[in-house]
């Protein structure tokens, strides 16, 4: 299967600061999703970009499919924006997790 | 409801038992997914619907695990034998169309099965 792995692991930022997570994929996929689970447990799909880049309020992603790899950009960062980020490719049958980037942003 | 609907929300069972977990999911979402979250791990996906067929039923983690959708729309995730391994967060989400299309996930909250 495609291996996909996320850098950080952990994170930990002061309000209004700006990050950086990476997913990293082993095989051309057909599409990649950015995914945020809150401290409570839910999951929010947050982005569907096979490539280039699209941006929603404060966050940001961008996909270079043919270096393999995706950015998701956070800015002003605010402490609802804690939780664990994954990182998901398909190759129209499955679905393949990266192990997640945890952020917590300190007040 | 509005949203996807996991039921029992928490579950609490014997080692050896089975139990079945219910995913309802948002009416007139075609594809229907179930993933796996374990204490502490990233998410595992187990299988995809499309309609009522799974074309891929290799994330199974073994062949205590089935699934199955009928009608199009409620889903029911199995597990036969229980073994404490098993014990995560079941997760169901559903969206409108297939994983060929960009259309975004909405997920259930979760069953959390615990196995003694």
């Known amino acids: 299967g495609i291996q996909v792995e996320q850098s950080p692991p952990d994170l930990i930022l002061q309000e209004g600061a700006n990050s950086t997570l990476r997913c990293n994929f082993s095989?051309?996929?057909?599409?990649l999703q950015w995914f945020h689970q809150n401290p409570w447990g839910q999951l929010i799909n947050l982005f569907y970009?096979?490539?280039g880049t699209k941006q929603n309020g404060r966050l940001s992603a961008t996909t270079v499919a043919t270096e393999r790899y995706s950015l998701l950009y956070i800015s002003s960062s605010q402490t609802t924006d804690s939780g664990v980020y994954f990182c998901?490719?398909?190759?129209?049958?499955?679905?393949?997790f990266g192990s997640g980037t945890k952020l917590n942003v300190k007040p | 409801g509005a949203g996807v609907s996991q039921s029992p929300s928490n579950k609490v069972t014997e080692k050896g038992k089975d139990v079945e977990l219910r995913c309802d999911p948002i009416?007139?979402?075609?594809?229907l997914y179930w993933y796996r979250q374990s204490l502490g791990q990233g998410l595992e996906f187990l299988i995809y619907?499309?309609?009522?067929?799974?074309?891929?039923k290799s994330g199974l983690p073994s062949d205590r695990f089935s699934a199955e959708r009928t009608g199009g729309s409620v889903s029911t995730l199995t597990i036969q034998r229980t073994q404490q391994e098993d014990s995560a967060v079941y997760l169901c989400?559903?969206?409108?169309?297939?994983?060929?299309?960009?259309?975004?996930?909405?997920f259930g909250d979760g069953t959390r099965l615990s196995i003694l």
């Open positions: 989400a559903s969206s409108l169309a297939s994983l060929y299309s960009n259309q975004p996930q909405h």
């Open positions: 095989d051309s996929v057909n599409n």
């Open positions: 970009i096979p490539s």
């Open positions: 998901a490719v398909d190759d129209f049958n499955k679905f393949y």
């Open positions: 009416s007139g979402h075609t594809a």
């Open positions: 619907f499309q309609g009522n067929s799974a074309p891929d």
